[in-house]
């Protein structure tokens, strides 16, 4: 004898229970997938642009030299200068300021030590400065 206090189990309410249970599984794990993999994209970015600085720091310390060994060919007492690149100037987005120094070496006459430094943004948190140092030999009394 049944009584009404008994009621048969329905296993499709179970089966979609579980079902439903499965799929909010499954959206926690996709969910966390995407997370990792914008989290991971963002930094992927930021590292690319910082490389991007880097690279036109080295680029613009280059500049500084060949500028600087071209005055060096027009004026043997030049030594040195301050070159501020300001927004839009050679293709740059942001301004940039490289510096020049050049000094007499004490082992040889001929020879001239050009510094450059490369500040590149100017005012950006991930502002880079980069310095390079070059021994040079020319032969600045030679007639033009």
């Known amino acids: 004898m049944k009584t009404s206090s008994q009621r048969p189990v329905n296993r499709s309410t179970d089966r979609s229970g579980a079902i439903m249970v499965f799929i909010l599984i499954a959206l926690l794990v996709a969910s ?7 989290r991971t994209t963002g930094m992927s970015y930021r590292q690319l642009k910082r490389d991007e600085i880097r690279l036109q720091a ?11 060994l071209v005055r060096l060919s027009e004026d043997e007492s030049f030594t040195g200068e301050r070159w501020k690149i300001v927004d839009g100037q050679l293709g740059l987005d942001r301004p940039a300021i490289i510096t020049t120094t050049v000094e007499l070496t004490e ?24 310095t390079r140092t070059w021994i040079v030999t020319t032969n600045f009394h030679s007639t033009k």
Do not use: M, W
């Not at 966390?32 to 914008?38: F, G, L, N, Q």
């Not at 080295?58 to 600087?68: C, F, K, Y």
């Not at 040889?108 to 502002?127: N, S, Y």
């Open 58 to 68: 080295s680029l613009l310390v280059d500049a500084g030299r060949r500028r600087t």
């Open 107 to 130: 082992s040889k006459p001929e020879e001239r030590r050009i510094t450059a430094v490369a500040e590149f943004p100017i005012g950006h948190p991930d502002q880079v400065r980069l």
């Open 32 to 38: 966390i997938i995407v997370a990792a993999t914008v």
